[in-house]
Structure formats: structure tokens, C-alpha cells
């Protein structure tokens, strides 16, 4: 078979992540997105589309027929050369190769938005000032905008009017692992949570992990925080 | 008796009368003034209070509201600056999409620029006013069925205070309309939508986001009326691979619209300050320009009538209606140079009106330029990928009929029932 010997499947995609609780007048943050897992070469002899961890929220690289190589494309041609002893490949063999493809690009987006993304939290440091305090997606960002918002218009600083703080419970209702709709976008001005002791300092986290460990900071309920955070080990393979 | 004193104990004449009676309005009127009650009193934000299911909660769009510069009236053409107006459609939908976020009564609210087909409730706006004192604007919110929500315009009048920095107000002078039209948008969902309908637009969103990267796939599922209304006609199943691919594509796209929020984040941060500056003292310029015109306005009319009645009485052979007629037109002739002076007074505030907004103009322009830059070319980038997905996804589709019989097919299911409530 050309390419390479196949190993074992795309490691499962990382489950969403729980959504928060929030403070009055927010639905709380929706469970961050399940990435797909880390890109598995194609393998074995899984039926076409199927998907390696079936829990709800979760995406794994989908199984593919055995054989379809590591996706070393000749030319422009991405099934070139890849047909059993040189034949046409089968339609099941066809979409390996499409998804592998598929694959490889969420990989090259990812890291795209990923570096605008930090490009722009960048910018955002520098310029320093706090940005206009709100709800947004966070629980308690609208009563943290208010707080955080003094100073006369002199300052320049704004916030929206949040929801009024009394009687008005907002709670979100969301189910660990729920399935994602939403980017980890979140208000500047939420406040971040340090890891704990035995986290390290994540220099050589992928994206998958970044996103637990981004997520984790930002989560003010402590007991979701610290479920998050067990993910984040499970995922790194850390012991706690 | 003579017919002199029969005449000197008449009523008097008509030439008599016009001119005193201008002279007399002319003293009441100089003295009056146009009052508006104005109120720093901002309609609340209405939050939901209960909890929503997950399910349930639906995702907003917000476009770049339009400038509206076509629409300026035409006394308002001189107060309206081109650039703060572009630099104002993206902060009103920023400021928007923040509001409803904080009323928790919606899943995700972001500033898109771009197709809105595949969201849920998609909301856009005009800008038909904006200076420091009256905010009007334009708003239509729609959801992905095609049936308009709200279609109406919304105006807000501030005063004074709401720019007191002494006052300490930590909000956006205008948040009192952002409120109303957050509000109404809530509204029309609670009243109108039951569970079911806010499942199908959920369902039905997520298709028409699938029609955008495989529509040989999707189509099938969705219905249009004579209108262009969407329906959903069956549904795939929901382990559907092809929908768990385009699942994969949606998650990507989130963390577009998110990092386009970033922009429009620091966007807002860079000028809120200027821009705050500019209303305060702007609302003070206009304020003025805007009593000098009506005043100039005013004295013209009475001026002009003042001359009218005076020539006419200073053709009376009566001695006292030809010395009211000279009143009439001396104070007339006062009146209107006063309207001149009034004038040109104004066109001084509307200079100083003009520096300003040249100033902010110059101050945000950069970071105006800056954001659709970058907007841009990362839109363009994520289009680029998006083409090649749908290039991909058309190949697997492709694959995955070749030789497929159709009883092998998935099956499909229907649209979801009450019963699932």
C-alpha cells in the first residue's frame, strides 16, 4: 500500500466544554467548541464517515478506509498513486482521502484564527485601556463594565447598560459537553483565574489545549473551573 | 359735527392696526423660546429572568448598520460628518450587539459584516441622525425564515446632563434607544415564538448553513415560498456525516466572526474617547447653531412682515397711522439686520461644528482604515478557505452517491414535533 503504514485513528475530539453559570442577566457562556481531535492519519477499516468517540459534543477525526496513506499528494491530484496496485481508488477510499484533506485544512484555519486572534489581544494589551465593560458572553461581565467603567466621559470610558442586578437571575442552563456554537470569544475585561500549582506553563500547548487552558482561566465558577481543568490533564496526559 | 371729528371718533383703521399689532408681536415673540423637555432618563435594558434552554436560545447577527448619508435632511447636511458617520455604523452595531448580550436572553450576539443565511435572528440598521443631541436610526431584525420582526425607526433626544461628567453616568449617552430596540427585538420573540418555532429556526439555520458549503446535499431539505420565505421540508439525519462535516466547518466559522469581534473591539475602544469628546462638544455647537438658525429664521419673517405693514400704512393720510407705520418700519428694518447678524453667527458655530468633526475625522480615520484592512483580508482569506471546503465537500458528496442505491441511503426524518417538549 503506498504511503505510509497507517496507525491508529485521529485521537477523539475534546468534548465542549461546560458552559458557565452566570450572573444575573446573562444565559452564561456556551460550552467552548469541541475541537476535533488532533489530526489521526487515516486508518483502519472504519466505515466511511463514521466518527471515532460518539459522545454528544464530541468530534474525532472521522474513521477512514484502511490504505489511504498519509495524505502525500502527488501533484495536484490529491488521489494520485494511491489506488490499490495502482488502480482506481474505491468511492470509500476517495472520501479517506477527501476528509484527511479536510482535516489537514481545519488544522491550517485554526492556526490562522488562532494568530489573528493573538495579534489582536496583543494590540489590545498595548493600547491598555479597558475596553466598554458588558454582559457579552461572560456571566458577570455586565456588573464587572459598570464597576469597571467609572471615570467621566472625559476618560472616554463607556459601558452598556447591564441588566438590572436584582431579581433578574439569568442563569444558563448548560449541559456539560453540550454541543458548540460558539468560538471562545470573551469580553477583554473578564477576569482570569490562575491555574493551578500543578499546571504548567502550556509554551507547548497545542490548540486543543490552549482552548481547555483559555477556558479554565476564564471560568468563574470554581467547580466547573476545576472540571475543565481536569480535562486539560486528561488531554496533556497529566497526572494530578 | 365735521366729518374730521366724525372720523377721529371712529374705530380704528385697518393701516393703524397692522403695524401696532406687529409691533406687539413682535415684542412677544422676541422674548420667547421653544422649550423641549428633555430627559436623562434611559429606558431600561428588559433581561430575561428565567432560565432558557439551551435549545431554545438563538443567535444574532448584527450587520454594519448603513450611514444613511443618502437620507440627511437637508438642515442637518452641514452637521453630518461622512467619515465619524462610517466610523458610527460600526460602533452603533457593536454597542447593539452588546446590549442584547447582556439582556442573557440570546445565545451568541455578534457583529457580522457578512451573509447572514445560516444565523438565526439576523438584525441590520440605518443611521438617519446622529449628532451630540438626537440619535435616529433605522432598525430592521428579521429571523432566518425570513419574517420580519421589527421594522421601525427609533429615535432618542438627550439633554445636557447626559454628558455632565459630574454627573459619573458610565453609559453611552444614547443607551436609552440601544435598550429600546434590544427590548422590542425580546419582545416579538417571547410573544410570537413557542418552543416549537424556536426549534425550527434553530434546525433550520444550521441547514441553511449547510446549503451554503453543499447545497447538492441540502437543498432537498429546505422550501421556499412565492415570498422567499424558508421552510424546512424533512430533515437529515442527525448522524448525517455530511452535516457533522459541515458541523466542523460551522465550529470555524464561530471563531471567525469571533476574531472579527476582536476587531471591532478594539475598534470601539480606540474611539470611543474621541468620540465621546466630539458629542459633548458637538451637542453644545449644535444646541447653538440650531437656536441662532431658528432665531434668524424668526426675525426674518417678523422683519419682512414689519416692513410689509409699515409701507402700507405710511400710505394712510391719518398722522397716527403713519407714525406706527414708521414704527413698523424701523423695527421691521431691525429685525432683519438682527436675522442677518443671527446668521452669520451661526455659520461661526457651524465652523467651529466643522472643526470638530474634521478633528475627529483626522483622529479615527487611521483606525477606521485599519479595521477594514484587516477585515478584509481576513474575511478574504477565510472565503479562499471556504471555497476550497465546498470544492472538497462537493467531491465527497460525489463519492458518497457513486454506486449508493438508494434504499442504502440515510433516512431522512421528519421535521421535529411537539412532542419532543
Redesign the interface.
Known amino acids: 500500500m503506498p504511503g505510509s503504514t497507517a496507525s491508529s485513528s485521529g485521537s477523539p475530539g475534546q468534548p465542549g466544554s461546560a458552559g458557565s453559570t452566570s450572573a444575573p442577566g446573562s444565559q452564561g457562556q456556551r460550552g467552548a467548541s469541541g475541537l476535533p481531535g488532533a489530526n489521526g492519519l487515516p486508518s483502519g477499516s472504519g466505515a466511511p464517515g463514521s466518527q471515532t468517540v460518539g459522545a454528544a459534543g464530541q468530534r474525532g477525526t472521522p474513521g477512514a478506509a484502511g490504505g489511504a496513506g498519509t495524505g502525500t499528494f502527488s501533484g495536484n491530484d490529491p488521489f494520485g498513486g494511491l489506488g490499490r496496485n495502482g488502480g482506481v481508488l474505491t468511492a470509500a477510499e476517495r472520501r479517506a482521502v477527501l476528509d484527511a484533506k479536510l482535516e489537514e485544512s481545519y488544522g491550517t484555519f485554526d492556526g490562522m484564527i488562532i494568530a489573528e486572534r493573538q495579534k489582536a489581544e496583543k494590540d489590545a494589551n498595548e493600547a491598555g485601556s479597558q475596553v466598554m465593560g458588558t454582559g457579552g458572553a461572560g456571566g458577570a461581565g455586565g456588573e464587572a463594565g459598570q464597576e469597571g467603567a467609572e471615570g467621566s466621559f472625559g476618560e472616554g470610558t463607556i459601558s452598556v447598560a447591564s441588566a438590572p442586578t436584582s431579581g433578574a437571575g439569568g442563569n444558563g442552563n448548560m449541559p456539560g459537553g453540550a454541543a458548540a456554537r460558539q468560538g471562545d470569544y470573551s469580553n477583554q475585561n473578564q477576569p482570569t483565574f490562575a491555574p493551578p500549582a500543578d499546571i504548567p506553563s502550556g509554551d507547548d500547548d497545542d490548540v486543543v489545549a490552549r482552548q481547555l487552558r483559555e477556558a479554565a482561566m476564564r471560568e468563574p465558577d470554581p467547580a466547573l473551573r476545576e472540571k475543565l481543568w481536569d480535562e486539560y490533564r486528561k488531554y496533556t496526559g497529566l497526572t494530578k | 359735527m365735521s366729518t374730521q371729528n366724525t372720523q377721529s371718533r371712529s374705530v380704528w383703521p385697518w393701516q393703524l392696526v397692522l403695524p401696532a399689532a406687529t409691533l406687539a408681536l413682535l415684542a412677544l415673540l422676541s422674548g420667547c423660546s421653544t422649550q423641549t423637555v428633555k430627559t436623562t432618563t ?1 429606558a ?2 428588559v ?3 428565567v ?4 435549545e431554545e ?1 438563538l ?1 444574532v447577527a448584527i450587520g454594519i448598520f448603513q450611514p444613511g448619508l443618502d437620507e440627511v435632511p437637508n438642515n442637518r447636511e452641514e452637521l453630518t460628518f461622512a467619515d465619524v458617520r462610517m466610523a458610527e455604523t460600526q460602533f452603533a452595531a457593536y ?1 447593539l450587539a ?2 442584547m ?8 450576539v ?1 457583529v457580522n459584516p457578512n451573509d447572514h443565511s445560516g444565523i438565526d435572528v439576523s438584525v441590520g440598521g440605518t443611521i438617519l441622525q446622529s449628532d451630540g443631541e438626537t440619535m435616529i436610526v433605522k432598525v430592521t431584525a428579521r429571523d432566518v425564515t425570513g419574517k420580519v420582526w421589527i421594522d421601525k425607526e427609533y429615535e432618542e433626544v438627550v439633554s445636557k446632563f447626559s ?1 455632565d ?2 454627573l ?5 449617552p444614547f ?1 436609552g434607544l ?2 429600546r430596540i434590544a427590548n422590542d427585538i425580546l419582545n416579538y420573540r417571547k410573544q410570537n415564538l413557542d418552543r416549537q418555532q424556536l426549534l425550527t429556526i434553530r434546525t433550520l439555520s444550521r441547514i441553511q448553513f449547510a446549503r451554503r458549503f453543499a447545497p447538492q446535499a441540502f437543498d432537498q431539505y429546505v422550501t421556499t415560498d412565492r415570498q422567499g420565505g424558508l421552510a424546512l421540508a424533512r430533515l437529515p439525519a442527525e448522524q448525517d ?2 452535516l ?2 459541515i ?2 466547518i ?3 466559522d ?6 472579527l ?3 471591532y ?2 475598534f ?3 474611539m ?3 468620540y ?2 466630539f458629542r ?1 462638544e458637538s451637542y453644545e455647537e449644535v444646541m447653538k447653531f440650531d437656536k441662532l438658525q431658528a432665531k434668524a429664521r424668526r426675525n426674518m419673517v417678523l422683519g419682512v412682515a414689519a416692513i410689509v405693514g409699515g409701507l402700507a400704512a405710511s400710505q394712510s393720510s391719518n398722522n397716527a397711522v403713519q407714525f406706527s407705520a414708521y414704527g413698523g418700519l424701523f423695527g421691521g428694518g431691525f429685525l432683519i439686520k438682527d436675522a442677518f447678524a443671527k446668521r452669520d453667527e451661526a455659520q461661526l458655530q457651524l465652523e467651529a461644528l466643522a472643526e470638530l468633526g474634521d478633528s475627529l475625522e483626522s483622529e479615527i480615520a487611521p483606525h477606521t482604515i485599519e479595521l477594514d484592512e ?1 477585515v478584509v483580508t ?1 474575511t478574504g ?2 472565503q479562499e ?1 471556504y471555497a ?2 465546498r470544492e ?2 462537493a ?2 458528496y460525489a ?2 452517491m ?2 449508493t442505491p438508494a434504499a442504502a441511503l440515510p433516512a431522512a426524518t421528519p421535521p421535529p414535533t411537539s412532542a419532543g417538549q
Not at chain 2, 432560565?51 to 439551551?54: K, N, R
Not at chain 2, 459619573?168 to 453611552?172: F, G, I, L, Q, S
Not at chain 2, 464561530?254 to 476574531?259: F, S
Open positions: 434611559v431600561p435594558l433581561a430575561e429572568s432560565s432558557i434552554p439551551e436560545l443567535d454597542h452588546q446590549t448580550q447582556s439582556s442573557g436572553a440570546w445565545g451568541v455578534r454628558y461628567p459630574r459619573k453616568r458610565a453609559e453611552d443607551q440601544y435598550n456525516p455530511m457533522q462535516r458541523d466542523g460551522r465550529d470555524r464561530y471563531q471567525y466572526v469571533d476574531a469581534q476582536d476587531y473591539d478594539n470601539v475602544r480606540q470611543q474617547g474621541p465621546m469628546d459633548r484587516r481576513l482569506s477565510v478557505q476550497q471546503w472538497i465537500l467531491e465527497i463519492a458518497e457513486e454506486g
